[in-house]
């Protein structure tokens, strides 16, 4: 029998009596919670009317705003499974992720798509803006049978625990599970107003779900970044931030935000990459309070917290949330080896290629990838990892990707990708280049440009390094570590 849970409808129970409370703000734009949910209403039936059906992926490309909530909350209404995509990819990108994910449909806001062509214009309702919805192709009929029975909401493209990429399944329990574990440490209320500036195309199944289950309002803050945050902090009383070390260390380090702008912030959660030290330091000084470091995975969700009782481990992530468990596999000497962990809200399935829950769990426990050790009160320290992924202000990178655009250069004989450590944005993606004999070697500038026209921006290598060779393993591969 196929659960028939869906989030959107936790929503809609949850803020029965919050009809009139502003769900979303962005700009002079304000959405209450009756709002919200009747928009999301009517675009669902302007996608069934479309032909969108259940367990269908629906792959959503809009900036963040009123729109890309009220449209994810539409195709999960729909009983169809959103495909979350950046706006920053090329064209290529995109359509690399839609074959690798089969999706069925594509809803592309306007505004970012403007080079596009063909499909069909989908009625907009209330706060929804009228948006391009493409049929791509027919749904296949060899999904594994277990696809339907687990009640699909989202599949996430992302690095997997080797690095490789591949979509992960999130279904609508496991969705409603994460959430409830995360508010354990967040205790968010319908008094909460949330700052947002993170990207809800990576940022958006624990934090904006579990915003709107317990009734808080979310102001989406665009660029630019600080003055953005200023005019909402000022004019809505955040109580709650939720940012990148990034966004923290601008604020920390920027005259232009002055001391009292989060007088109202209880809560001012650091997430996507590793808090820099120097960073939690210069924010606990000059704003008088301290940051609480999350650890999220996509295929756990939010397990760690390191709240001010732990600001004193430096480089921690603290201790497990309520319903978690954390273990070290192999521990060194020095008690160092990798975090596995298990808990409420594991993720379902790997999509392409297809691996549920029980094949990639051992017996029970998650591997993170992650190195780490465990003190004796039960924080954790991450000291690195054991993928190729690089993590760039919260935005991951595929090595193996760039290097095939690289690659393809017609002086590029060979290249490798790889993390350089930043204190501000996580990594900064470089690369080394061996050069084709005989050819002359473009300038930097050149070779930069030419990413630029095939890869998103993020991802773009900040620095070439000319060599002679890669080493490489005995099987062939570029050595990584």
């Not at 705003?65 to 209404?77: F, H, M, N, P, T």
């Not at 017996?363 to 690195?384: H, I, S």
């Not at 393809?408 to 996580?426: C, N, R, T």
Request: aromatic share 8%; with cysteine.
């Amino acid at each position: 029998m196929v659960n028939s849970c869906n989030i959107v409808e936790s929503i809609r129970r949850e803020t029965t009596a919050l009809t009139t409370h502003a769900a979303l703000v962005d700009g002079m734009i304000e959405c209450t919670y009756g709002q919200l949910l009747a928009s999301v209403a009517q675009v669902a039936g302007s996608l069934r009317g479309a032909g969108v059906r259940p367990l269908e992926r629906v792959a959503f490309l809009c900036e963040d705003s009123i729109d890309y909530v009220v449209g994810c909350l539409a195709i999960l209404q729909c009983g169809a499974v959103v495909v979350p995509v950046s706006p920053s990819l090329m064209a290529d990108e995109l359509e690399r992720i839609l074959d690798r994910m089969d999706v069925n449909v594509l809803i592309q806001d306007v505004a970012v798509s403007s080079g596009s062509s063909g499909g069909s214009r989908l009625d907009g309702a209330g706060f929804f803006a009228a948006d391009f919805l493409l049929r791509r192709r027919e749904a296949r009929n060899d999904q594994p049978s277990e696809y339907a029975r687990l009640n699909p909401a989202f599949i996430r493209f992302s690095s997997g625990t080797t690095g490789d990429s591949k979509g992960v399944l999130l279904s609508h329990q496991t969705i409603l599970e994460r959430t409830e574990a995360a508010d354990q440490g967040l205790h968010i209320t319908d008094r909460d107003v949330v700052i947002w500036v993170l990207s809800m195309s990576f940022h958006f199944v624990v934090t904006i779900l579990l915003y709107l289950r317990r009734g808080a309002t979310v102001v989406i803050c665009r660029q630019p970044f600080p003055e953005s945050f200023l005019d909402a902090a000022k004019a809505r009383k955040g109580t709650v931030f939720y940012a990148s070390p990034f966004h923290y260390h601008v604020m920390a380090s920027s005259p232009r935000v002055p001391r009292d702008c989060l007088a109202n912030v209880r809560l001012a959660i650091s997430t996507a990459m590793k808090l820099p030290a120097e960073t939690a330091t210069a924010f606990a000084e000059k704003f008088g309070f301290g940051l609480v470091e999350a650890y999220g995975i996509i295929e756990i969700g939010l397990p760690f917290l390191n709240f001010r009782e732990d600001r004193n481990k430096l480089g921690s992530v603290g201790r497990a949330l309520p319903g978690y468990e954390v273990r070290i596999v192999s521990p060194d000497p020095a008690g160092v080896g990798v975090v596995q962990m298990r808990g409420p809200g594991l993720f379902d399935a790997y999509v392409s290629p297809w691996r549920n829950r029980e094949q990639v769990l051992m017996e029970g426990w998650f591997d993170t990838g992650d190195v780490g050790r465990l003190d004796d009160q039960g924080a954790l320290f991450l000291l690195g990892k054991e993928k190729s992924v690089i993590n760039f202000v919260g935005m991951k990178i595929f090595p193996q990707e760039v290097e095939e655009i690289l690659n393809a250069h017609p002086a590029v004989a060979d290249s490798q990708v790889y993390g350089e450590p930043h204190p501000h944005y996580g990594q900064m993606p470089c690369a080394r280049i061996v050069w084709r004999t005989g050819v002359t070697v473009p300038e930097p500038g050149a070779l930069r440009r030419y990413c630029f026209e095939r890869l998103a921006p993020h991802k773009v290598p900040k620095a070439f390094q000319s060599v002679d060779h890669l080493e490489r393993t005995i099987s062939g591969k570029v050595r990584r570590a």
